[in-house]
């Protein structure tokens, strides 16, 4: 049996990993039926989870590569590249409550709402280019790594159309 080179109980794992998404989805999908429902909760969530999901948004799946790695060219003080971040978080606990009652999804609203039409396409525009190499590098980063992991036996491309391809579905 062709295991890429990983044990079977990775395997496993994978596999409930990717049952347990498909299923939570499928369950959620059954309460989501507008924008306001997918980004806002329909506009139901408390103060408590809008920090959490303001915290989970500003958080990113790529920060321990890059802490480990400015860990390991820097030494200790690598662990800055996270910390510094540290003193903004009380901000999630003040913004968060606020955008609810203001109605606003992201910043871009605020932009719109504040400094009018053209700034709030700014920001948008921006986002967008931001967040598409973001997602980028990260499929390019899992593309190598699963490479590595599997010796070869699978292709870095081949990896990168298959998690796209993940995250579209």
Do not use: C
């Not at 903004?88 to 203001?102: C, K, V």
């Not at 973001?134 to 990896?159: F, P, R, S």
């Amino acid at each position: 049996m062709l295991n890429f080179g990983i044990g079977g109980i990775d395997i496993i794992v994978l596999g409930a990993y990717f049952v347990m998404i498909l299923v939570i989805g499928l369950w959620a999908k059954k309460f989501i039926r507008s924008s306001d429902d997918y980004f806002m909760g329909n506009r139901r969530f408390g103060k408590f989870f809008m920090i959490v999901q303001a915290f989970g948004v500003g958080t990113h799946s790529d920060q321990p590569v890059v802490v480990a790695g400015a860990s390991y060219k820097y030494g200790l003080s690598g662990i800055w590249y996270q910390w510094l971040w540290l003193f903004l978080t009380p901000f999630y606990w003040m913004i968060a409550p606020i955008f609810r009652r203001m109605r606003y999804v992201t910043m871009a609203d605020f932009f719109h709402e504040r400094f009018g039409k053209s700034l709030g396409i700014l920001y948008t525009i921006m986002g967008m280019i931001f967040f598409a190499m973001t997602m980028g590098l990260m499929l390019k980063g899992v593309g190598i790594t699963i490479q590595g992991i599997t010796d070869g036996a699978i292709n870095e491309n081949m990896i990168i159309l298959i998690s796209t391809a993940l995250f579209v579905i």
